[in-house]
């Protein structure tokens, strides 16, 4: 069965950092695109960062630029998004996507969904 199932979410106070790990069963890693997504209550989903099959681009929203990293280990079949100098505003559930897309670029729908992992930023 092909799944991903995310870990690393908690409470941190602002300005400080997480990992989130999106480790894949059923399939390897290798040219399939990894999206993050995250949703807040009362808000609609956005999709904060992906990391494209041929390894070779990364996206990130621009609320998330210079302080999320997205980056993926082939050999422990796990995507990683770190993120540093957290906001509230970064307090959500944090999804992480799959899909089997070879390409330079991210793309628009997603085959596997994670169950996500709550993050929540506060003093």
């Known amino acids: 069965q092909l799944q991903v199932v995310e870990s690393g979410g908690g409470l941190v106070q602002p300005g400080g950092s997480l990992r989130l790990s999106c480790a894949a069963s059923?399939?390897?890693?290798?040219?399939?695109?990894i999206g993050w997504f995250r949703q807040a209550p009362g808000k609609e989903r956005e999709r904060v960062s992906c990391?494209?099959?041929?390894?070779?681009?990364?996206y990130y929203a621009d609320s998330v630029k210079g302080r999320f990293t997205i980056s993926r280990d082939n050999a422990k079949n796990t995507v990683y998004l770190q993120m540093n100098s957290l906001k509230p505003e970064d307090t959500a559930v944090y999804y992480c996507?799959?899909?089997?897309?070879?390409?330079?670029?991210?793309?628009?729908?997603?085959?596997?969904w994670g169950q996500g992992t709550q993050v929540t930023v506060s003093s």
């Open positions: 059923g399939f390897t890693l290798d040219y399939w695109a």
């Open positions: 990391i494209t099959g041929s390894g070779d681009n990364t």
């Open positions: 996507a799959a899909v089997a897309y070879y390409s330079s670029s991210c793309p628009i729908k997603y085959d596997y």
